[in-house]
DNA sequence: TCTGGGGTCCTAGGACCC
DNA sequence: TCTGGGGTCCTAGGACCC
């Protein structure tokens, strides 16, 4: 019936596939299947639950919960702590299948995309069989997806949420309005609960008292956000789909590690950085990124981190350069003693100047001399795993 | 023994320059 | 013998997302 109906104005649709990580570990473990299955952290090392199965949905589990309290809720559960490479492995395949259907498709994250089929710019078929064939596909992998249908990003991806598994919803042109008007401010990507508060005081509580407030006066309770905010709780937004092939606009690479106990000493917590370092190296080279600016970040407690950075003269990708420069900003954010739970180290600034050409010989030999180890360091990671090697000067810490 | 890890974006304050 | 003001860069911290 509604396939009968013209759609006028831009068709958005946001894909999210349902437990993604859980069910994928059902998929290839059959014996998994029916039963509460979640990935996540070790109960025993302060770890959260990254995807809780259907079945342990029941129990109350659900993303981000601390571990300790999903095992509480759920001690049957099968717990694993997931399979990476499969899981993008899969969801490239998921992607594969969106621009196939239309060359305009956005990834937002492992398991989300948006795609724009609009009629009339790549096909005149309805978007609402687009997007059935879609599923039906995607059930071929092996997993399921559900889609939200719209007019706009904020409302696509809304609708997607509404039914799960494998639902599709559609919100038809001009019923934007009626569709978000009702709905909590938290429903709007974005708002979470620092702003939900914040809104609460100024009794906004639902997406259509939000879209009456005046946006100057939002402006200066809330900066740019505010206005924003404002007009997508309208249904007014411009954001368009943009497409998957942009070229590779990473920021900063990042590896950090929660310890199960806390570090107290400066060999402990240099041992860390210096782990830390490796994974950032490692992925650096991969990527084929030299950064500029290094941060080490620590955590105290769990509410709040300190962060420290610094800049480089020129852009590496050699941990034992941006290691060293990590471990003496340890010395400006650390007083000894102190218990220290996280450790992180990220590397930005990719956009900075490319690298100068060294002045003397001796050193662009010492220079290819360190990428030929560096590279080698890689490829025995790469087969053995990245506990494997380590340069002399760090020491690893012990499970 | 409650609270991960990998990201992006925004803001506020100080330094610095003209 | 008075302390402007805009612009930009840098840094630290926080909100938020999946």
Same mark, same amino acid.
């Given at each position: 019936? &509604? ?11 946001? &894909? ?6 859980? $069910? ?14 979640? %990935? ?5 090392? *302060? ?5 809780? $199965? ?37 969801? @490239? ?7 196939d259907e ?13 795609? +724009? ?34 007019? !706009? ?16 919803? %559609?919100?038809?042109? @001009? ?6 008007a009702p709905?909590? %401010? *938290? ?7 620092? #702003? ?5 005081? *100024? ?27 404002v007009a ?6 411009? !954001? ?7 070229? /590779? ?15 107290? #000493? ?8 210096? @782990? ?17 600016? %290094? ?14 950075? @610094?800049?480089? /003269? ?31 180290? =990220? ?10 050409? $060294? ?5 662009? =030999? ?10 080698? #360091? /890689? ?10 090697? $380590?340069?002399?000067? +760090? ?5």
């Open positions: 019936m &509604m396939d009968m109906l013209t759609w006028h104005g831009p068709a958005i649709g946001l &894909m999210d596939l349902d437990a993604f990580f859980a $069910s994928v570990e059902q998929l290839d473990h059959p014996e998994w299947r029916g039963k509460p299955v979640i %990935v996540g952290g070790d109960a025993n090392r *302060r770890g959260v639950v990254s995807t809780a $199965s259907y079945e342990a949905r029941k129990y109350g589990v659900h993303s981000a919960m601390p571990s300790m309290q999903a095992r509480k809720l759920c001690p049957h559960a099968i717990w694993t702590r997931g399979n990476f490479p499969r899981y993008r492995e899969l969801s @490239h395949r998921v992607m594969q299948i969106l621009v239309t060359p305009l498709v956005e990834q937002v994250s492992i398991d989300e995309a948006f795609f +724009d089929i609009t009629p009339g710019r790549f096909s005149s078929e309805s978007p609402m069989d687009i997007c059935r064939r879609i599923q039906e596909r995607v059930a071929t992998l092996g997993i399921t997806c559900s889609i939200g249908l719209g007019t !706009s990003k904020t409302i696509a991806k809304i609708a997607s949420e509404r039914e799960k598994p494998r639902g599709l919803t %559609v919100v038809m042109p @001009h019923t934007e309005q009626a569709f978000l709905l909590p %401010v *938290r429903a709007l990507s974005g708002i979470g609960k620092a #702003t939900e508060q914040a809104l609460a005081q *100024r009794h906004i509580r639902t997406l259509g008292e939000l879209a009456r407030q005046d946006e100057d006066q939002m402006l200066a309770a809330f900066g740019v956000a505010g206005p924003r905010m997508r709780a309208a249904g007014r937004e411009s !954001s368009a789909v943009r497409p998957i092939d942009a070229p /590779d606009e990473t920021k900063s690479v990042s590896n950090e590690r929660t310890f199960a106990h806390d570090l107290t #000493t400066a060999e402990q917590l240099n041992a860390a950085i210096g @782990h830390v370092c490796e994974l950032v190296g490692t992925r650096l080279r991969k990527k084929g990124l030299k950064g500029t600016l %290094v941060t080490l970040k620590l955590k105290f407690d769990t509410r709040h981190t300190h962060t420290a950075q @610094h800049p480089l /003269d020129a852009p590496t990708d050699d941990e034992r350069v941006f290691g060293a420069v990590a471990r003496k900003l340890l010395r400006g954010l650390w007083v000894p003693g102190t218990p220290v739970r996280l450790v992180g180290v =990220a590397m930005s600034g990719f956009d900075a100047k490319p690298e100068q050409l $060294s002045l003397f010989d001796n050193d662009q =030999a010492a220079q290819s001399e360190s990428r030929a180890l560096a590279e080698a #360091t /890689d490829a025995v990671r790469a087969r053995f795993g990245n506990a494997a090697l $380590s340069y002399g000067r +760090d020491f690893r810490l012990k499970d």
